[in-house]
């Protein structure tokens, strides 16, 4: 389509969910923009022809859109989150990259939901959103990985429930998430790596079970956290 727009950067179409001066706009894997309406979720949405969400049939609807090119999300009036489709979330950056519900509604994210075919949640993915209270994976899901400072500073949330097929959870993932107070592994968990200082200054962790599996744990996983957190490692780790 010779009219459909694109963005380019250093020659490259830009792919995704791309903030261009702090309004973030949505290409589709071949770099056109979204434009008119598009279902999102099962939610019909309407894009301008730069990508940039307007509004969607369902008031409830605050923004949607995609994070990468193969995860969809929509963020809907009560809070909820829902981030859904095949493979894993693009990487985010401390400065100048945040996951598009950043700009405009990050004090409304406080409930995520992923669906079972994501894969990996990206580097800062949910860096210093914290108002999220609540973190829950599908029936089934295949998630793998927990990136770099993906949860860092999530101050409400406080208890997560990590998926068994998970076999890394990366540096910082939830540093200073302060409120955090359970953290429980699915049956028969499959991980591997916890990296340094990962749950870091989790000041009210109560207790935190190491499943057999794992067989790297960084340097001050529990640093600066509750005194009395209590680490239990099952036997024949």
Avoid at 20 to 47: M, W
Avoid at 76 to 95: C, F, K, W
Avoid at 197 to 217: D, Q, R
């Amino acid at each position: 389509d010779a009219d459909a727009y694109m963005f380019m950067a250093a020659g490259i179409p830009s792919k995704g969910d791309v903030a261009i001066n702090l309004e973030v706009h949505f290409f589709d894997e071949n770099g056109y923009a979204y434009s008119g309406q598009k279902n999102i979720l099962g939610y019909v949405c309407t894009f301008d022809e730069k990508g940039l969400f307007i509004s969607a049939e369902d008031s409830t609807v605050l923004e949607a859109g995609c994070v990468g090119t193969n995860l969809e999300y929509v963020l809907l009036s009560d809070g909820t989150l829902v981030i859904d489709g095949e493979g894993a979330m693009r990487d985010y950056t401390v400065s100048g990259s945040y996951g598009p519900w950043f700009y405009n509604n990050m004090a409304n994210v406080k409930y995520v939901q992923f669906g079972a075919g994501v894969t990996a949640l990206g580097e800062y993915a949910f860096n210093r959103c914290e108002y999220i209270k609540t973190v829950t994976f599908a029936q089934g899901s295949k998630l793998e990985s927990i990136g770099t400072y993906a949860f860092r500073a999530c101050h409400r949330l406080d208890k997560i429930n990590i998926p068994a097929t998970v076999t890394t959870i990366d540096n910082y993932a939830f540093f200073k998430c302060g409120g955090l107070t359970t953290v429980d592994f699915e049956a028969n968990s499959n991980l591997k790596y916890i990296g340094r200082e990962a749950f870091a200054e989790t000041h009210y962790l109560k207790k935190i079970m190491i499943p057999a599996s794992v067989t790297t744990i960084g340097e001050g996983i529990f640093k600066r956290s509750k005194a009395n957190v209590v680490v239990q490692v099952v036997k024949d780790s």
